[in-house]
């Protein structure tokens, strides 16, 4: 969930216990837990609930040290719930993050070629100078 457009938390429930909703905040500015739970957090939980949330409890969880890097940190939190785990057994490095999530992205991101075709933004060949003659391209 962003909360207040400028900060990322992760929401979680089970299906063993649908009601309880989860708040894992890296924030490294909340005092308190109460601090992570805003309008946003509890309308998003009702909604991930199907508005029958009877608690939503705030856990201790890895803390950002800067001030971006919650959003790749709560990617680390997902991971690790989507794998039966508790995000608290790791240690989420935010840069190696970013970099997966880029490399990701690219493995998928398809472009439409002048014939029309797709084809995966990777399998392109990136030109280099050797290829580049008089402004066209030429694989190799």
Not at 11 to 38: A, F, G, M, N, Q
Not at 118 to 125: E, F, L, N, T, Y
């Amino acid at each position: 969930v962003n909360v207040r457009n400028n900060h990322w938390i992760l929401l979680h429930s089970e299906l063993t216990s649908p009601t309880i909703v989860k708040v894992y905040d890296p924030s490294y500015k909340v005092s308190s837990p109460k601090d992570s739970i805003d309008g946003t957090v509890i309308l998003a939980a009702e909604q991930l609930t199907d508005y029958r949330v009877k608690s939503i409890n705030v856990l201790y969880c890895q803390q950002q040290r800067d001030t971006f890097s919650c959003g790749p940190l709560c990617l680390g939190f997902m991971w690790a719930l989507s794998h039966g785990e508790d995000p608290n057994k790791f240690h989420f490095v935010p840069t190696d993050i970013r970099k997966t999530v880029l490399r990701i992205i690219d493995d998928v991101t398809l472009i439409t070629t002048p014939l029309g075709r797709q084809v995966r933004k990777r399998d392109i060949p990136t030109p280099s100078l050797a290829t580049v003659r008089l402004g066209s391209v030429r694989a190799i």
